[in-house]
Protein backbone atom coordinates (compact mmCIF):
# COMPACT_ATOMS: atom_id res chain seq x y z
CA UNK A 1 0.00 0.00 0.00
CA UNK A 2 2.90 2.68 1.19
CA UNK A 3 4.37 1.81 -2.51
CA UNK A 4 1.12 2.62 -4.26
CA UNK A 5 0.79 5.98 -2.40
CA UNK A 6 4.23 7.20 -2.75
CA UNK A 7 4.17 6.26 -6.31
CA UNK A 8 1.12 7.69 -6.99
CA UNK A 9 2.22 10.85 -5.11
CA UNK A 10 5.77 11.54 -5.96
CA UNK A 11 5.21 10.13 -9.15
CA UNK A 12 1.99 10.81 -10.60
CA UNK A 13 1.31 7.06 -11.37
CA UNK A 14 -2.07 5.21 -10.89
CA UNK A 15 -1.41 1.76 -10.07
CA UNK A 16 -4.23 -0.69 -11.12
CA UNK A 17 -5.51 -3.43 -9.60
CA UNK A 18 -3.02 -5.91 -11.48
CA UNK A 19 -0.51 -4.11 -10.73
CA UNK A 20 0.44 -2.38 -13.81
CA UNK A 21 0.98 1.61 -13.68
CA UNK A 22 -0.77 4.44 -15.81
CA UNK A 23 1.02 7.81 -16.22
CA UNK A 24 -1.32 10.49 -14.39
CA UNK A 25 0.66 13.63 -16.41
CA UNK A 26 -1.30 14.31 -19.48
CA UNK A 27 -3.89 16.43 -20.06
CA UNK A 28 -6.34 17.09 -23.10
CA UNK A 29 -6.16 19.61 -25.80
CA UNK A 30 -8.67 21.42 -27.83
CA UNK A 31 -9.29 18.46 -30.22
CA UNK A 32 -9.92 15.92 -27.60
CA UNK A 33 -6.11 14.49 -27.70
CA UNK A 34 -3.63 13.96 -25.04
CA UNK A 35 -0.71 15.91 -24.90
CA UNK A 36 1.54 17.84 -22.18
CA UNK A 37 0.40 20.70 -19.72
CA UNK A 38 0.34 23.90 -20.48
CA UNK A 39 2.43 25.42 -17.59
CA UNK A 40 4.84 26.98 -20.23
CA UNK A 41 2.55 29.90 -21.70
CA UNK A 42 3.71 30.75 -25.92
CA UNK A 43 3.99 34.24 -25.15
CA UNK A 44 3.97 35.58 -21.08
CA UNK A 45 6.34 33.53 -19.58
CA UNK A 46 9.30 35.94 -18.76
CA UNK A 47 9.91 34.56 -15.02
CA UNK A 48 11.66 37.99 -14.17
CA UNK A 49 8.39 40.29 -14.95
CA UNK A 50 6.99 41.54 -11.56
CA UNK A 51 3.94 40.02 -11.58
CA UNK A 52 3.18 36.03 -11.65
CA UNK A 53 0.51 34.14 -12.00
CA UNK A 54 -0.67 30.53 -11.49
CA UNK A 55 -3.83 29.37 -12.00
CA UNK A 56 -5.10 26.05 -10.63
CA UNK A 57 -8.20 23.82 -11.20
CA UNK A 58 -9.80 20.96 -13.29
CA UNK A 59 -10.57 21.03 -17.06
CA UNK A 60 -12.07 24.13 -16.63
CA UNK A 61 -9.08 26.25 -15.98
CA UNK A 62 -6.81 23.90 -18.11
CA UNK A 63 -9.33 25.19 -21.07
CA UNK A 64 -10.02 21.87 -22.81
CA UNK A 65 -11.67 22.44 -26.30
CA UNK A 66 -10.18 25.89 -26.62
CA UNK A 67 -7.02 27.27 -27.59
CA UNK A 68 -4.55 27.96 -25.34
CA UNK A 69 -4.02 31.74 -26.36
CA UNK A 70 -7.88 31.71 -25.52
CA UNK A 71 -8.03 30.34 -22.15
CA UNK A 72 -8.32 32.86 -19.28
CA UNK A 73 -4.51 32.74 -18.05
CA UNK A 74 -3.00 33.90 -21.26
CA UNK A 75 -5.32 36.27 -21.17
CA UNK A 76 -3.92 37.74 -18.48
CA UNK A 77 -0.56 37.88 -19.33
CA UNK A 78 0.88 41.14 -20.67
CA UNK A 79 4.60 42.82 -20.87
CA UNK A 80 4.17 42.77 -16.68
CA UNK A 81 2.69 39.76 -16.25
CA UNK A 82 4.27 36.33 -16.98
CA UNK A 83 1.02 33.71 -16.64
CA UNK A 84 1.25 29.62 -15.67
CA UNK A 85 -1.25 27.23 -16.27
CA UNK A 86 -1.76 24.40 -13.65
CA UNK A 87 -5.22 23.12 -14.54
CA UNK A 88 -5.55 19.77 -14.86
CA UNK A 89 -8.53 17.88 -16.22
CA UNK A 90 -10.55 15.81 -13.91
CA UNK A 91 -9.12 16.60 -10.93
CA UNK A 92 -10.03 18.05 -7.45
CA UNK A 93 -8.93 20.82 -5.00
CA UNK A 94 -6.52 18.57 -3.60
CA UNK A 95 -4.48 17.39 -6.15
CA UNK A 96 -4.76 21.68 -6.66
CA UNK A 97 -3.36 22.17 -3.29
CA UNK A 98 -0.63 19.47 -3.96
CA UNK A 99 0.71 21.39 -7.31
CA UNK A 100 0.63 24.90 -5.58
CA UNK A 101 2.88 23.54 -3.16
CA UNK A 102 5.36 22.90 -5.38
CA UNK A 103 5.56 25.33 -7.29
CA UNK A 104 5.18 28.25 -3.71
CA UNK A 105 7.78 30.33 -3.08
CA UNK A 106 8.14 31.62 0.30
CA UNK A 107 10.14 34.51 0.09
CA UNK A 108 8.56 35.91 -3.32
CA UNK A 109 6.55 38.74 -3.54
CA UNK A 110 5.60 38.27 -7.18
CA UNK A 111 3.69 34.84 -6.74
CA UNK A 112 -0.27 35.38 -7.34
CA UNK A 113 -2.50 32.31 -7.17
CA UNK A 114 -6.19 31.84 -8.40
CA UNK A 115 -7.51 28.86 -7.64
CA UNK A 116 -11.17 28.21 -9.66
CA UNK A 117 -12.53 25.29 -7.18
CA UNK A 118 -13.91 21.73 -8.98
CA UNK A 119 -16.67 19.57 -8.00
CA UNK A 120 -16.15 19.04 -4.11
CA UNK A 121 -16.71 15.34 -4.54
CA UNK A 122 -13.63 15.11 -6.46
CA UNK A 123 -10.53 13.66 -4.40
CA UNK A 124 -7.58 11.21 -3.92
CA UNK A 125 -9.64 7.96 -3.23
CA UNK A 126 -7.45 4.54 -3.03
CA UNK A 127 -9.44 0.94 -2.38
CA UNK A 128 -8.43 -1.64 -0.51
CA UNK A 129 -6.87 -2.76 -4.20
CA UNK A 130 -4.17 -0.02 -3.82
CA UNK A 131 -5.79 1.41 -7.13
CA UNK A 132 -7.01 4.93 -6.94
CA UNK A 133 -10.14 5.94 -8.36
CA UNK A 134 -10.19 8.76 -10.93
CA UNK A 135 -11.24 11.92 -8.93
CA UNK A 136 -14.79 12.41 -10.66
CA UNK A 137 -15.59 8.74 -9.89
CA UNK A 138 -15.36 8.80 -6.22
CA UNK A 139 -18.65 10.04 -5.41
CA UNK A 140 -20.42 7.06 -6.99
CA UNK A 141 -18.24 4.97 -6.52
CA UNK A 142 -17.81 6.00 -2.16
CA UNK A 143 -20.95 7.37 -1.81
CA UNK A 144 -19.43 10.25 0.21
CA UNK A 145 -22.21 13.05 1.69
CA UNK A 146 -22.03 16.86 1.15
CA UNK A 147 -21.30 17.41 4.95
CA UNK A 148 -17.56 15.71 3.86
CA UNK A 149 -16.92 17.30 0.90
CA UNK A 150 -17.39 20.74 1.97
CA UNK A 151 -15.09 19.99 4.93
CA UNK A 152 -12.70 18.54 2.69
CA UNK A 153 -13.25 22.23 1.19
CA UNK A 154 -13.19 24.41 3.78
CA UNK A 155 -9.80 22.41 5.14
CA UNK A 156 -7.67 22.84 2.15
CA UNK A 157 -9.01 26.37 2.21
CA UNK A 158 -7.93 27.55 5.02
CA UNK A 159 -4.79 25.49 5.18
CA UNK A 160 -3.61 27.82 1.68
CA UNK A 161 -4.59 31.06 3.34
CA UNK A 162 -3.13 30.62 6.45
CA UNK A 163 0.49 28.99 5.22
CA UNK A 164 0.36 31.36 1.81
CA UNK A 165 -1.75 33.92 2.60
CA UNK A 166 -5.24 34.76 1.87
CA UNK A 167 -4.19 38.33 0.29
CA UNK A 168 -1.90 35.81 -2.30
CA UNK A 169 -5.15 33.89 -3.25
CA UNK A 170 -7.84 34.43 -5.44
CA UNK A 171 -10.53 32.20 -4.63
CA UNK A 172 -13.20 31.46 -7.21
CA UNK A 173 -15.59 28.86 -8.52
CA UNK A 174 -18.29 28.13 -11.15
CA UNK A 175 -20.67 30.42 -11.12
CA UNK A 176 -24.90 30.57 -11.32
CA UNK A 177 -26.42 27.09 -11.33
CA UNK A 178 -23.39 25.23 -13.04
CA UNK A 179 -23.19 22.43 -10.70
CA UNK A 180 -24.60 24.06 -7.81
CA UNK A 181 -20.82 25.01 -6.26
CA UNK A 182 -21.38 28.49 -6.23
CA UNK A 183 -24.39 28.63 -3.18
CA UNK A 184 -22.44 26.41 -1.14
CA UNK A 185 -19.09 28.69 -1.30
CA UNK A 186 -20.44 31.93 -2.01
CA UNK A 187 -18.65 33.46 1.39
CA UNK A 188 -15.57 31.88 0.84
CA UNK A 189 -14.62 33.02 -2.98
CA UNK A 190 -14.03 36.41 -4.55
CA UNK A 191 -15.68 36.09 -7.55
CA UNK A 192 -17.36 33.41 -10.45
CA UNK A 193 -16.36 32.06 -13.35
CA UNK A 194 -19.91 32.57 -15.17
CA UNK A 195 -20.90 29.92 -18.25
CA UNK A 196 -21.88 31.97 -21.32
CA UNK A 197 -20.75 30.36 -24.21
CA UNK A 198 -19.47 26.83 -24.72
CA UNK A 199 -16.74 24.86 -26.33
CA UNK A 200 -16.65 22.57 -29.14
CA UNK A 201 -17.75 19.62 -26.50
CA UNK A 202 -20.79 21.40 -25.60
CA UNK A 203 -19.33 21.30 -22.17
CA UNK A 204 -16.76 23.21 -20.59
CA UNK A 205 -16.39 27.11 -21.49
CA UNK A 206 -15.73 28.57 -24.32
CA UNK A 207 -13.65 31.61 -25.84
CA UNK A 208 -16.23 34.15 -24.55
CA UNK A 209 -16.51 32.53 -20.92
CA UNK A 210 -12.76 32.85 -21.38
CA UNK A 211 -12.21 36.30 -21.73
CA UNK A 212 -15.56 37.36 -19.09
CA UNK A 213 -13.29 35.81 -16.83
CA UNK A 214 -10.23 37.03 -17.59
CA UNK A 215 -11.89 40.61 -17.30
CA UNK A 216 -13.09 40.00 -13.74
CA UNK A 217 -10.42 38.65 -12.76
CA UNK A 218 -8.07 41.40 -14.00
CA UNK A 219 -10.37 43.74 -11.88
CA UNK A 220 -9.84 41.71 -8.91
CA UNK A 221 -6.09 41.62 -9.47
CA UNK A 222 -5.86 45.62 -10.42
CA UNK A 223 -7.56 46.09 -6.80
CA UNK A 224 -5.54 43.51 -4.57
CA UNK A 225 -1.91 44.30 -6.57
CA UNK A 226 -1.87 47.60 -7.65
Excluded at 78 to 98: I, Q, R
Aim: contains cysteine; negative net charge; charged residues 25%.
Amino acid sequence: VKYNVDKFYFDNHRILKDGSEEGLNIYQNNMGRLEGGRQHDPIYNDENVRKQIYTFGCSWTYGWYVEQEQTFTHLLGDENTAVHNYGAGGTGLDFAVKTLSEVYMPTSTRQIFIITIPHLFRRTWFTDYGEVHKAWQVKELEGINEYNDYYNFLHNYELLNRLVGRDKIIWSCWGGDTFGLYDLVEDKVDLSFDLVDVALDKMHPGPKSHKKYAKKLKDVLQDRFK
